[in-house]
């Protein structure tokens, strides 16, 4: 049998220089070998067939010798310098036109300096394990550590911030700014890790913001100080086994014992576990419970109280058993776990009594007599979560983007042209068009993520409801955009997204939990539905206007699109809120029609809406999508009115200032316009309805190729302006080259 034709590429890949000598002849016979086989042909063989064997016996002799001349035989590298491995920093060639800088205070908003304190202190710290990459710092939690190690040290990172001062009035400060700080601080933290950002979430926004929101000052006094300076560690007790999203549905049971002036808290079958419980399995020493409250034999619904699960010296309690949820797809440096309570007593004063109470001799008090009404005003405080989640998952996508924009701006694929260079990746239409209008996406969510902010640190009573509806809609677009945009910027990468020194594949683990928790997004997006139902319902019942919730356009005249749309058009910002005001309120039409039609058949109000889950799921979405859009605008109009004030003062550097400013407004229309156009394009409900002829959704899908070839230009300036320093990103962003060099591997 012949010799295979690659016999000596299998010999010679990998094989260290030191080996040469001994394998030479080895290979020389190798060849021999294969002369002699070759030989053996037919009789009638052409000579000139051996004697092309016996020379290529030969040139492979000559190609060893030359290996053994050209390799010292102490080398200090296995390998050599070569000009076709070559990284070259995009900063060289791309173009800034903007100031980064004033793109950055639009997006990031507000507490700059604060957020520049706290990156400063995670980089400098041995615990945030920073190591050296391609000859940059980056900083990065090591997922190669067990669960436990991961756990110990998301722990050992909070002590650090606390030494530092990190958590200073996060519970004991009140007013906008104090609030705000916290927001900033929080999203800085989930930059560097989310597992370290959701347990410091569970610890001062769901147990601290659960005895501030839900209890009164007896609870303040008592434990708020304690929990910011981490005296004890708390937990909140929601989802059970059987119930998670139908908090109404819990069955852990409370009731009240007037003789010792206690509540007696039980879980009463195996589905009434309290279930993924962060911090309960290894450092909670205190929880909030949430369970149906039963006095004198009438359920009064769900309320909570404060138990402690741990004692100081981090023994589990009497009566309570607590177990691990197990290791997970991410957040492994979260300590999740599963309670149960067999006759747990807490003293009266721990139920959370901001809306209800318990007189010592057993009386249930309440100023709010309607049990929906007193659920729906018990939980309207918790939506910092969601805040939170809306956030924190768009500055995951603006992480994902910068890496895989900064590698696509070095990394070369193909050529067009014969022995031509190769092309940049972002140079590809193709390319472009995976990551730009997700860029843009992301610039959009930024601005309704700092909407959304607002609008927490100024709620009151009357603005509880919109909150409770914008932040749920925005929790549940900001995520799926999340986890969409890290699973495309992932395969942008190639292989390098599959490292997880890389971050954005181990990133999708990381956050894809986001798309359940604190609400699965499906069912806040009906609740999304509803809401707006109601607000319908209500108004034509009345016969009076819209008002809030944005739907102020429906009492306008119904918004037409002309036949044949121009470029112009299409990038005129009123075009594109028609466009989207029009799809808003045709389907909260047709939503109401079905519902209402459903009812005529007989069905209950709440199986009609069930039925209708189809148009109820592209309204929430249409919702969402014109109130980001509408923050868009806004903010555009802000940098454009602080230009203008600039402008107005006449002083000359003021004018230069402003005329400075002016690209960074075009950009911002390009932004604007993609975000606007490639929701129209992406939203099956444009032609399905009829807003859009064929012809006009083919313009719009050209409109967006035509302004990802414009956007191109400042892509390295756009994911520059996201305020992520250089060493929260990953090695390719940078120096690839560097990074998964020989020497790197060496160190």
Avoid at 89 to 102: A, G, K, Q, R, V
Avoid at 379 to 393: F, K, M, W
Avoid at 471 to 489: V, Y
Avoid at 725 to 732: E, H, N
Wanted: hydrophobic share 40%; net charge neutral.
């Amino acid at each position: 049998m012949p010799v295979r034709k690659d016999t000596e590429q299998l010999i010679y890949k990998d094989l260290p220089v030191s080996h040469l000598h001994h394998s030479i002849s080895r290979s020389l016979l190798i060849s021999a070998k294969k002369v002699e086989l070759d030989t053996e042909t037919p009789k009638n063989q052409k000579k000139m067939a051996q004697e092309s064997s016996i020379n290529t016996a030969s040139r492979r002799t000559r190609i060893l010798n030359n290996h053994l001349v050209q390799f010292p035989s102490k080398p200090t590298s296995c390998l050599q310098s070569n000009s076709c491995l070559s990284y070259s920093p995009p900063e060289l060639t791309e173009s800034f036109d903007f100031d980064i800088n004033e793109m950055r205070k639009i997006l990031d908003f507000h507490n700059l300096e604060d957020r520049d304190w706290l990156f400063g202190v995670i980089k400098q710290a041995r615990v945030f394990n920073g190591k050296e990459r391609g000859g940059r710092l980056f900083v990065s939690p090591d997922y190669n550590q067990t669960m436990e190690q991961q756990r110990e040290m998301t722990m050992k990172r909070i002590e650090y911030l606390l030494e530092r001062g990190a958590f200073d009035g996060w519970l004991t400060k009140k007013g906008v700014e104090a609030e705000l700080k916290k927001l900033a601080l929080l999203e800085v933290i989930q930059i560097f890790d989310h597992s370290l950002a959701v347990k410091i979430g569970v610890h001062f926004f769901l147990w601290g913001g659960a005895i501030q929101f839900m209890g009164t000052k007896r609870h303040h006094d008592k434990w708020l100080r304690d929990t910011e300076t981490l005296a004890i560690k708390g937990c909140f007790s929601m989802t059970e086994l059987g119930h998670g999203s139908n908090v109404r549905g819990i069955e852990t049971v409370t009731t009240y014992d007037s003789k010792t002036g206690e509540f007696v808290i039980n879980t009463p079958c195996e589905s009434a576990q309290k279930y993924w419980i962060g911090g309960a399995a290894n450092h909670a020493t205190h929880t909030i419970v949430f369970s149906q409250l039963n006095i004198n034999g009438v359920n009064e619904g769900v309320h909570a109280l404060i138990a402690q699960i741990r004692d100081v010296n981090g023994n589990i309690c009497p009566n309570i058993c607590i177990a691990d949820c197990g290791h997970k797809i991410g957040l492994n440096g979260v300590d999740n776990g599963r309670i149960w309570f067999d006759n747990v007593r807490v003293p009266r004063e721990n139920l959370l009594n901001s809306v209800a109470d318990v007189s010592p001799d057993g009386q249930y008090l309440s100023a709010i007599k309607d049990q929906d009404q007193r659920f729906a005003a018990f939980l309207a405080p918790l939506t910092s979560g969601r805040v939170t989640i809306a956030t924190s998952a768009i500055y995951s996508a603006k992480i994902g983007l910068a890496i895989a924009i900064r590698y696509a701006l070095s990394r070369r694929a193909f050529s067009i042209t014969p022995n031509g260079p190769e092309v940049l990746l972002l140079d590809y239409p193709s390319h472009q068009r995976r990551l730009l209008p997700l860029l843009a996406k992301s610039y959009a969510m930024s601005f309704g993520g700092n909407y959304l902010k607002m609008m927490y640190v100024n709620r009151t009573p009357e603005s509880a409801k919109t909150l409770h509806v914008v932040s749920s809609a925005f929790k549940a677009i900001f995520t799926w955009h999340n986890m969409r945009t890290l699973q495309e910027c992932r395969e942008a990468c190639g292989g390098q997204g599959l490292k997880t020194e890389n971050r954005v594949g181990h990133l999708k683990g990381e956050f894809d939990v986001q798309s359940t928790f604190e609400g699965d997004n499906n069912v806040l997006m009906q609740q999304v539905s509803k809401a707006l139902l109601s607000e319908y319902v209500a108004a034509k019942k009345k016969n009076k206007p819209f008002k809030g919730l944005g739907l102020e356009h429906m009492n306008g005249p119904v918004p037409v699109i002309q036949s044949n749309l121009t470029s112009t058009t299409l990038r005129n910002s009123q075009f594109q809120m028609n466009a989207h005001c029009l799809r808003e309120r045709d389907l909260l039409n047709r939503f109401a029609a079905e519902v209402s039609l459903y009812q005529s058949k007989g069905e209950s109000k709440e199986r009609a809406f069930i039925l209708s889950y189809q148009l109820a799921e592209d309204l929430g979405r249409a919702f969402s999508d014109r109130a980001i859009l509408q923050t868009f605008i806004d903010a555009e109009a802000n940098a454009s009115a602080g230009s203008l004030k600039m402008l107005e003062k006449g002083e000359p550097y003021l004018v230069a200032e402003f005329v400075g400013l002016l690209p960074l407004q075009n950009v911002l229309g390009l932004l604007r316009s993609m975000y606007a156009l490639i929701c129209l394009e992406e939203d099956a409900a444009f032609l399905r309805y009829g807003y859009l002829s064929t012809d006009n959704a083919a313009a719009v899908r050209n409109e967006v190729t035509k302004l990802c070839g414009e956007l191109r230009p400042h892509s390295l300036a756009l994911v520059s302006s996201l305020g992520i320093p250089d060493a929260f990103l990953s090695p390719i962003a940078f120096n690839w080259i560097d990074a998964n060099s020989w020497s790197s591997v060496q160190k």
